[in-house]
């Protein structure tokens, strides 16, 4: 199931999106759909992770003086 939403584009991006959904004969609607899709897909799971890391460090769970050395040695 879909839904209608509005949403503001400046000109210029409003001009490219409907050049973008000509090339293959579709809706403009398609191409803003797809993009806003990605768009959550990827900040969905980042925000989850940065989440997640407040809470361990709110819960005091950091990495030990011997776990930051051990990475620092694999790289230097």
């Known amino acids: 199931m879909s839904v209608t ?28 759909a797809e993009a806003i899709r990605d768009y959550v897909e990827v900040n969905e799971w980042q925000i989850g992770d940065v989440k997640a890391a407040l809470a361990e460090a709110d819960a005091g769970d950091f990495a030990s003086d011997d776990d930051v050395r051990a990475v620092q040695e694999k790289w230097t």
Request: charged fraction near 35%; avoid cysteine; proline fraction near 7%.
């Open 5 to 32: 939403i509005n949403v503001r584009l400046e000109e210029s991006v409003k001009d490219r999106l409907e050049q973008l959904a000509d090339a293959p004969h579709r809706s403009r609607s398609l191409p803003a």
